[in-house]
């Protein structure tokens, strides 16, 4: 019966969906997460009677036609690229982006990825690095004398040095964007890699046209609503259980016609 391979899809969409869901919930505390939603497509359809086709040699013709559908399909899992809420921290070389932009960050085989998560440091060198070691690209490196680190809101790095009336410059952090920044490729470690869809990468100084500012000691939150999460996970569960009742409904009717005397 075709029923149960229709209410079948449904049920393997909605445990996808689920998967997402609780993806997003698992990363709520995760610096610079975007959420990811579920997005669905109707199957394919069998045309058992088409709409317009003629039912006399006059031309009058069917206003509407027989469609069997064959259920549902994921289409695609988007990443709502909305900003997080900002986060204050004791840390020097802690620096979140206010409005549009990613962090540049040079990978070890040479190329670059992107992200949104601000929690630099410094390495033995004194070059602005990851949580795992990766180099802030274009690099910066801070001086070991160095009393005092800004970072402005343009991107530009000075330090206090000791015996200078003035602060030193040491450096400009950059930005990137996409044209289509929803078609990244997710990597882990809250890093994203460009795409044919993504479109190459414009970078240019924070603050400039299209480009967000910086704001040293500030994280940016993940930008997952707990409560926004958990109403579409009962949503997603009470969708399952009505597909498992379809299948449940078709076998009891397929049990019927066996038992037909």
Not at 87 to 110: H, K, L, N
Not at 148 to 153: A, E, K, P, V
Not at 172 to 179: G, H, Y
């Amino acid at each position: 019966m075709r029923a149960l391979y229709t209410a079948a899809t449904g049920m393997m969409a909605q445990e996808t969906n689920v998967q997402v869901i609780s993806n997003n919930i698992a990363n709520m505390r995760t610096t610079g997460y975007k959420r990811q939603r579920a997005d669905f497509q109707d199957l394919l359809y069998q045309q058992l009677r088409r709409a317009g086709s003629t039912t006399s040699d006059i031309g009058t013709q069917v206003p509407a036609g027989i469609e069997i559908g064959a259920g549902v399909k994921t289409a695609a899992t988007p990443r709502i690229m909305s900003q997080g809420s900002l986060s204050q921290t004791d840390g020097t070389y802690d620096v979140a982006i206010r409005g549009e932009g990613f962090f540049r960050i040079q990978m070890p085989d040479g190329s670059f990825s992107y992200t949104r998560d601000g929690s630099f440091n410094l390495d033995s060198n004194g070059q602005l690095v990851t949580a795992d070691g990766l180099f802030v690209d274009p690099g910066i490196t801070v001086p070991g004398n160095a009393t005092d680190i800004t970072i402005n809101g343009d991107g530009t790095v000075e330090a206090t040095i000791p015996g200078q009336t003035q602060p030193q410059n040491i450096g400009q952090i950059t930005l990137s964007r996409f044209i289509n920044k929803t078609g990244l490729e997710s990597i882990g470690d809250n890093l994203f890699r460009e795409t044919a869809a993504s479109g190459p990468p414009i970078d240019d100084n924070p603050g400039s046209e299209g480009f967000g500012t910086l704001l040293q000691r500030h994280l940016e939150e993940a930008n997952v609503n707990a409560v926004t999460e958990i109403s579409d996970l009962i949503a997603a569960q009470r969708a399952y259980e009505m597909n498992a009742k379809v299948v449940s409904a078709a076998e009891a009717m397929l049990d019927a016609t066996n038992n037909l005397r």
